[in-house]
């Protein structure tokens, strides 16, 4: 199997765009080792998997404006829930593979040296299970309310979840309104699409993230996006997954 060099990738995280900020994040996974060794353990130890705990690092390149500063101090100081996504790709594209969750953050280092790049170190731990998936949409100016193309995706199963992410990156206008369906029907005509996440209105950036019990027989998804406002423009990216939680 082909070794692949790392050349770009995306970071988004809660309101923001960090693609340009960071050149490196960890996604980090472990369980506890809880020992079962007993009479009948043939003299080894044995372990049963624990209680599982994820983390995301990275530094963030900081910009001598107000952002990304202000928006990632604000994620500590208000103890806000955001989500993140991460792909290998840059910029995402429809159908890409994304890993998401959603975190709280735990650490905001800044480093700051004479000579040296304005740096903040960050840090965050799960609130949710962490999901594989892909991009859903990438949309870098949504003005106009309407679909985007259709993606093919595994049927939920009854033990099965529908997990994904909504990132509200950028927002302009006056009275900016943009509203998130995700729906799903048996194939990509839609001729009878059906509502699965209703995600809360966005007027300003900001995440979102959502589990959605199975089982879902539909195997096509699309986002539907509502716009509202004077002149509004929406950049957004939506990722989805299926996990067995």
Avoid at 151 to 159: P, Q
Avoid at 160 to 183: A, F, R, Y
């Amino acid at each position: 199997m082909a070794k692949e060099v790392i050349k770009n990738g995306s970071l988004f995280l809660h309101g923001q765009k960090l693609s340009s900020n960071v050149n490196q994040a960890e996604f980090s996974m472990d369980a506890d080792a809880v020992e079962t060794t007993n009479f009948a353990s043939g003299g080894a130890k044995e372990f049963v998997q624990g209680i599982r705990n994820t983390t995301l690092s990275t530094e963030a390149m900081l910009e001598g404006t107000a952002e990304p500063q202000a928006s990632l101090q604000a994620v500590l100081d208000n103890e806000t829930e955001a989500a993140y996504t991460v792909t290998q790709t840059y910029p995402p594209a429809a159908g890409d593979v994304a890993w998401f969750a959603k975190v709280i953050e735990v650490t905001h280092a800044i480093q700051a040296k004479l000579g040296e790049l304005y740096r903040a170190s960050l840090k965050f731990a799960n609130r949710a299970r962490p999901s594989r998936g892909k991009v859903l949409e990438y949309n870098t100016g949504r003005s106009t309310t309407g679909n985007s193309a259709s993606l093919t995706i595994a049927a939920v199963g009854a033990t099965e979840k529908l997990v994904g992410t909504v990132h509200v990156v950028s927002v302009s206008g006056t009275l900016p309104t943009l509203d998130i369906l995700i729906q799903s029907d048996a194939d990509n005509t839609y001729a009878s699409p059906t509502t699965r996440v209703t995600v809360p209105q966005f007027t300003a950036v900001g995440s979102y993230h959502f589990v959605i019990d199975g089982p879902i027989t539909d195997t096509e998804v699309r986002v539907n996006a509502t716009v509202g406002g004077t002149t509004p423009v929406f950049e957004y990216l939506v990722a989805i997954g299926i996990a067995a939680l």
